[in-house]
């Protein structure tokens, strides 16, 4: 009887350290660029964050272009919309939202690691919020919560499906 | 004498899943989360370099608010940071722009040139403050050490959490509130703590 209970507690620590321990990795890498946002916005749930977003769409990339601030890359991408679920926007017209990374000529800014780039031929779901107008980069939309605001799916979900969608993305943080 | 070794057993067990569970929840993830990797500096000190678009553009509190949040974690088994004024060896550059409404108050950009048994070693780290937020906020020093803390975190390799207890949350507010009462950290955390020690 000891030895059985003996043999579960060497199995869970032996579980325990194989899950903590680095694994061996030969592997060599160079220019790995890591980048991380301290976020302005955030929210706990998909409703409170679609309350705070000014639409809430599902979209495909048209086409995108970067700028440079400073030492620092933005993309914008030109969203196709598919598909409203809330705020003032039609279904086909062209929203333009801002991420930060991309390419402009000789400068490269890496995205974030939790908001990589909007991808072509992928839907995504997007509750997105307007900017205030500015004179020198105009007025786009930004993604809610930084990143909490865009999910990939094969499908646009029903509307009463639509903040299930965006579980993944609490489930996962929290 | 067999039913109190096994409660033994059953005991040491139970606390043994208790307690990994609990440190594993508390503890702030290296950049590379589960997949056990980490980056690093491999060095026991590093250079920082603060930009004149802080130096020149902000009063002399909030440029030492700065550089305290950039040293706060000095205390802890990650390498000491200290002052450089010149521009060609610096390690971490620290620099303010207005990036205009970008989604975010600061960034912290890091590159790493080689890795060896899952540990990225990292060659320098950048932190952007974007002023077109911060601005708001120049006679609160402490967001600015606090903002500056959280970056410098990053750049020990510290990757973010949602401990409600930590420097290294995920959103500006969720640190330092600058809209309400609490939290209110300028410091690296008892959680914070445990990540970075783990990883130096």
């Known amino acids: ?174 | 004498m067999k039913h109190s070794m096994k409660r033994i057993m059953i005991v040491l067990t139970i606390l043994l899943i208790v307690s990994t569970s609990f440190i594993y929840a508390i503890t702030p993830r290296s950049y590379y989360g589960n997949t056990s990797k980490y980056y690093k500096w491999d060095s026991s000190s590093i250079k920082c370099y603060v930009d004149s678009t802080i130096t020149s553009t902000f009063s002399t509190s909030v440029c030492n608010s700065i550089k305290a949040g950039l040293t706060a974690w000095n205390n802890s088994d990650a390498p000491a940071v200290t002052f450089t004024t010149s521009y060609s060896n610096w390690d971490v550059l620290a620099e303010a722009g207005d990036y205009g409404s970008s989604g975010w108050d600061a960034l912290c950009t890091t590159s790493c040139s080689s890795l060896s048994n899952n540990i990225y070693i990292e060659d320098y780290a950048i932190i952007d403050l974007n002023t077109y937020y911060l601005d708001n906020y120049l006679s609160v020093n402490n967001l600015w050490r606090a903002i500056c803390c959280h970056e410098m975190g990053h750049a020990h390799g510290l990757a973010h959490n949602n401990n409600e207890d930590s420097i290294m949350n995920e959103y500006t507010t969720g640190y330092y509130n600058y809209l309400g009462s609490s939290p209110h950290f300028t410091a690296p955390q008892y959680a914070d703590f445990l990540g970075v020690n783990a990883i130096y």
């Open chain 1, 1 to 174: 009887m000891n030895k059985k209970y003996l043999i579960i507690l060497i199995a869970v620590i032996a579980c325990a350290g194989l899950f903590a321990y680095p694994k061996a990795n030969a592997q060599r890498s160079r220019n790995t660029v890591v980048v991380s946002a301290s976020w302005h916005d955030h929210f706990f749930s998909a409703e409170e964050m679609a309350e705070n977003s000014d639409i809430v769409v599902g979209g495909v990339l048209d086409s995108s272009y970067t700028e440079l601030r400073g030492n620092l890359v933005f993309t914008r991408s030109q969203i196709l919309v598919e598909r409203v679920y809330a705020g003032d926007c039609a279904e086909g017209t062209i929203i333009e939202v801002l991420q930060t990374g991309g390419d402009y000529k000789d400068h490269h800014t890496a995205p974030i690691s939790e908001s990589p780039l909007i991808e072509p031929s992928t839907k995504y779901l997007l509750m997105l919020s307007l900017t205030e107008p500015d004179d020198r980069f105009g007025q786009y939309y930004l993604i809610s919560g930084g990143y909490q605001g865009m999910v990939k799916v094969s499908e646009y979900p029903a509307e009463e499906d639509l903040n299930g969608a965006f579980d993944p993305v609490f489930d996962m943080k929290h």
